[in-house]
């Protein structure tokens, strides 16, 4: 009797595991390479989260403004949930976490703030803060929106290019709200990071960044 209770049973999850098995058999559906536009992409994007993270955690820790507090704890749980997304894929990908990422240059055009900058929400005033906080998170969210470009157009796996369209529509969304926190305060944005990636090749190894 309890042999053919368990029998469908065992059965079924012989067949899951088959399926599964073919699912990454299929075309497309082997792990990216360590050169591969999906493993650069995911490790560059996942650098610019946490500094993003970091940031949001400093402004918030000293504002009391509620718009801002908000905004800050938006952007600390969407990201890292997003890294949490991106590091695992690198596990399912048998690719490390760490990695080559973006150096200070690349990183710079991608509207990443320098130690310097980041610093400075610990030193300026918390109102001086506020308005450093909204330029630098603005710019750094154009960075990132330049990043997410190759991917929504690129032939890339379907689940990184789903994350890009995410991170496009939120950072953008957050990007307006930081231009109309910014007026109610008299401040103007920071000029926007100054990289064109419309024509940046997301590619192998060996490539060079010109920026």
């Known amino acids: 009797m309890n042999r053919r209770v368990r029998t469908p049973a065992a059965l079924l999850l012989l067949a899951l595991v088959g399926l599964a098995a073919l699912f990454f058999l299929l075309p497309g559906r082997t792990a990216p390479a360590e050169s591969s536009r999906e493993v650069r992409f995911v490790r560059e994007m996942t650098q610019h989260h946490v500094q993003a993270i970091d940031m949001a955690t400093r402004l918030?820790?000293?504002?009391?403004d509620r718009t801002l507090r908000s905004?800050?704890?938006d952007i600390i749980l969407s990201q890292q949930e997003q890294i949490g997304q991106m590091r695992g894929w690198l596990t399912l990908w048998g690719r490390p976490w760490g990695g080559a990422g973006m150096d200070a240059a690349h990183a710079?055009?991608?509207?990443m703030a320098t130690p310097a900058e980041v610093q400075s929400l610990d030193t300026l005033s918390v109102p001086q803060a506020e308005v450093r906080f909204?330029?630098?998170?603005?710019?750094?969210h154009q960075g990132a929106l330049a990043m997410v470009q190759p991917v929504l157009s690129g032939p890339l796996r379907p689940e990184v290019r789903a994350l890009a369209r995410q991170i496009a529509a939120s950072q953008g969304a957050e990007i307006?709200?930081?231009d109309s926190l910014l007026k109610e305060r008299g401040a103007t944005p920071?000029?926007?990071?100054?990289?064109?990636?419309d024509g940046m090749d997301m590619g192998g190894a060996g490539e060079k960044h010109d920026h």
Do not use: F, I, S, Y
Not at 108 to 111: D, P
Not at 134 to 140: F, I
């Open 134 to 140: 909204l330029q630098l998170m603005r710019r750094h």
């Open 190 to 197: 920071l000029p926007a990071p100054g990289q064109d990636m």
């Open 60 to 64: 918030r820790d000293r504002t009391r």
């Open 176 to 178: 307006r709200l930081m």
């Open 71 to 73: 905004l800050a704890l």
């Open 108 to 111: 710079r055009a991608m509207g």
